[in-house]
């Protein structure tokens, strides 16, 4: 499977972003799909994900109630809406499949990453 995110960029504190994960693959309705992130000096975390049907989402305590990840099957896109945004959110966001449909927020449980976007937001 292959993933390509886009989306990043440059923002100011309190602006919003959405990210978006391009999926190649016909069973992307079956996978799980995760937003991860990773800035400098830091191990890559999980930011959210969400199973196969969209109905049930996790997301990390820093980013509930500003991001919000929602997935097209139709269009095997998966999406990041990051509002609020604050310095601390800068990093590199890569999207993650995993090709199970139970949901799961481990870096080992996903098997396929995209080469990531940068998002930079200042003070």
């Known amino acids: 499977v292959q993933l390509v995110e886009s989306g990043g960029g440059l923002v100011q504190a309190g602006g919003s972003l959405r990210l978006s994960c391009a999926a190649s693959?016909?069973?992307?309705?079956?996978?799980?799909m995760g937003w991860f992130r990773q800035a400098p000096g830091k191990e890559r975390e999980i930011v959210a994900a969400i199973s196969w049907s969209g109905g049930i989402t996790y997301y990390r305590d820093s980013v509930k109630g500003r991001f919000t990840i929602s997935r097209d099957n139709a269009k095997n896109t998966v999406y990041l809406q990051m509002n609020s945004l604050k310095p601390e959110d800068t990093a590199v966001y890569y999207c993650?499949?995993?090709?199970?449909?139970?949901?799961?927020?481990?870096?080992?449980?996903?098997?396929?990453w995209g080469q990531g976007t940068q998002v930079t937001v200042s003070s």
């Open positions: 993650a499949a995993r090709a199970d449909y139970r949901l799961a927020y481990e870096f080992a449980d996903f098997g396929s």
């Open positions: 693959g016909r069973t992307f309705s079956s996978w799980t």
